[in-house]
């Protein structure tokens, strides 16, 4: 359902949406990330909804330049450590992505 918003918000603001990485809530943090297109059909959709969709590999294949930007995600905000710290996710290395300010 993510995709789905990402995609509709993309078309209301004008905007082309760019799919992350897939990666599995159901298994281990280890079992890493799968190029969207490789499990959806992006020509399909394209053709389907008139609209361009862009595969993140495509903007940004697995170099090892990891780009610093000022990254945020609810999921990593939603739910914190007792501590106070944010949830980890894998998804910033996934996508060769740095945070400014000490988040990683």
Known sequence: MSLTNLIYLATLASRVPVIPPFA???L???AGHMKSSEIFDFTRLRESIH???ID???LKNGSEHVDRIG???VWMAAKGDDDGSPRGSTQHGALGL???GGIK
């Open 24 to 26: 599995s809530g159901h």
């Open 28 to 30: 281990t943090w280890g």
């Open 51 to 53: 609209y361009p969709i």
């Open 56 to 58: 993140w590999a495509d």
């Open 71 to 73: 990254c945020w995600s």
């Open 98 to 100: 740095g945070t400014l």
